[in-house]
């Protein structure tokens, strides 16, 4: 399954980063002529001065500094601090996201002709790219939470400007503050070497992308107040690879203190072997090395003399979060068997169909599972069991076994490591709520998102509960035409519940429908066209795979 997801990211990377021009204009959320520029405010390092939503409810300021641009010998380095400015910096506009590879514009209108209404088309890619983007209600105020996010994209693709997650609505509606924050991807925040772990001060490798998100932490922490937020009311939370970044974020001891409570969609790294965004540092050593023997590179300091452009061509670099002594002293499943994690609550879950919105992995998986090797497909996540699992989820034709393989990894690859987070946690009488998203709709009106063809809440007839399909919900920012009333009833009882839960550690409130958590029976919330709690379906599942690693 791996390499099949591995394979899916490759493909599923041309298909995001069509969005991901390189022009050097700014990118404002809001139009310049239409709205007026906050006054400055005082962070760590200089001045600032933002810009107000069109209602002047919400106040902006983007692309701001949190470390160091990671750029010549920073490359492959912990981030450093950032350095001061003189005068009133400009944070009217989104940061560059980090650097990318980005597929040629005719593939790109191809793939998502939807991509050039997405504001992260118009985003410079850039390794110049530590920067956070902070949204909070206007006017002064003290002690307010906050929600930092950290986006998705299997840790090679996306950034901090993404339409699905601007902190907008819960500004408005919540009085939460939002942070939004980029972070080194790919082999440029993943690569690991011995010679940068012997120059590094901390020993360290391969968690460059990770130490870059503990840094943002730390400024949150340090200047959130600036903004009105209460340093120590934060929650973390991210969807796919940024819920797996929430979930090392938890484990490592670095994070300790920077936060108090977690919310992670679709990715879980609390498994013997997670399903995607980790790697051993065997493995991380050795696809770094296969990096260094294609640019026929004998030393770091060879490679570091590349220009970014020519090193994001390189596709066959699947990076991972790895064990590095540093951030993470042991992976991250072995942390919470030991209870060594710092989280005080937990709000997660995923979605009825995360496989069949990776819409790639899709298109892939058709032509990779048949009914003839539909049991070698089934050995890699469920061993010596196969042969049970095929019984119970038979794939005697080629649409079957494809169908049957969509939804068994959606049960391995996303419920199960969510079942184990939910476990270790209630077994500590730490609180956890866990979602199950069923939303379907019937329209398949194109968004205007610029991710319309990957995720599954646009462009799919009678689906919304693929990957990613909770976030317009969750976040309030539901764009184009694709929703209904009965849609924007479901956002704000979600948007509800994110926020009382980043409020309190409890999503539960009057008028809403009660979640309970996992400890009370071990229920899911199921949230779609119904809302009520229920036994997780793929129990039998996580039965059997529980087996395969008890052998």
Request: hydrophobic content about 40%; proline content about 5%.
């Amino acid at each position: 399954m791996k390499s099949l997801f591995a394979l899916t990211a490759a493909v599923l990377l041309l298909l995001l980063c069509a969005s991901c021009a390189t022009s050097s204009n700014h990118v404002r959320p809001y139009s310049e002529s239409a709205n007026e520029y906050t006054d400055a405010i005082a962070v760590e390092g200089g001045l600032l001065r933002g810009m107000y939503s069109a209602d002047k409810a919400v106040e902006f300021y983007g692309a701001i500094p949190y470390a160091a641009p990671p750029v010549g010998n920073l490359r492959w380095r912990e981030p450093q601090d950032a350095s001061a400015w003189n005068g009133i910096r400009d944070a009217s506009h989104f940061p560059p996201v980090a650097m990318q590879y980005r597929a040629p514009a005719a593939i790109a209108r191809i793939l998502d002709p939807h991509a050039k209404e997405n504001p992260a088309y118009a985003t410079t890619r850039s390794e110049d790219c530590l920067y956070l983007n902070v949204w909070k209600p206007s006017g002064a105020h003290e002690k307010l939470p906050v929600i930092v996010y950290f986006h998705g994209g299997a840790l090679i693709i996306g950034g901090s400007m993404e339409p699905l997650y601007h902190g907008e609505h819960m500004a408005r509606e919540h009085n939460i503050i939002m942070v939004t924050v980029g972070y080194r991807l790919g082999v440029f925040g993943y690569f690991a070497h011995e010679s940068l772990a012997a120059e590094s001060e901390h020993g360290t490798t391969g968690n460059y992308g990770l130490l870059d998100q503990i840094k943002a932490l730390e400024w949150v922490h340090d200047n959130i107040a600036c903004f009105g937020g209460d340093a120590q009311n934060v929650t973390i939370a991210g969807q796919s690879a940024g819920a797996s970044s929430v979930n090392a974020l938890c484990a490592s001891p670095l994070a300790q203190g920077l936060f108090v409570r977690a919310i992670a969609a679709s990715s879980s790294l609390v498994a013997v072997r997670p399903f995607h965004t980790f790697s051993t540092m065997e493995t991380a050593l050795a696809d770094s090395k296969a990096v260094m023997k294609h640019f026929r590179a004998k030393t770091v300091a060879e490679l570091r003399a590349l220009p970014a452009e020519k090193l994001v061509r390189y596709l066959r670099f699947f990076p991972g979060i790895t064990v590095d002594g540093y951030a993470l002293p042991q992976s991250v499943y072995e942390l919470y068997r030991n209870g060594s994690t710092h989280e005080t609550a937990l709000l997660h879950g995923y979605n009825a169909d995360e496989a069949g919105g990776l819409t790639l992995f899709l298109l892939l998986s058709r032509g990779k599972v048949t009914k003839k090797n539909y049991s070698k497909m089934l050995a890699e996540p469920f061993g010596t069991n196969w042969r049970i699992v095929a019984k119970e989820h038979p794939g005697t034709t080629n649409r079957m076994a494809q169908e049957n393989y969509m939804q068994l990894v959606t049960s391995a690859g996303f419920g199960y490591p969510h079942r184990n987070w939910s476990r270790s946690l209630t077994e500590r009488g730490i609180p956890v709520y866990e979602y199950y998203f069923t939303k379907t709709r019937t329209s398949h009106k194109k968004s205007s998102n610029g991710y319309s063809y990957v995720f599954g809440f646009t462009g799919t007839k009678n689906k919304g509960n693929q990957h990613g399909g909770e976030l317009p919900y969750a976040y309030g920012n539901m764009m184009g035409a694709n929703f209904d009333a009965n849609d924007f009833v479901l956002r704000t009882v979600m948007m509800s519940y994110w926020a009382n839960f980043a409020r309190t550690g409890n999503p539960n409130a009057s008028g809403l429908p009660h979640w309970e958590s996992y400890a009370e029976n071990g229920k899911l919330l199921e949230i779609g066209n119904t809302i009520s709690m229920k036994d997780d379906v793929h129990a039998e599942t996580y039965t059997l795979i529980d087996t395969m690693y008890a052998q």
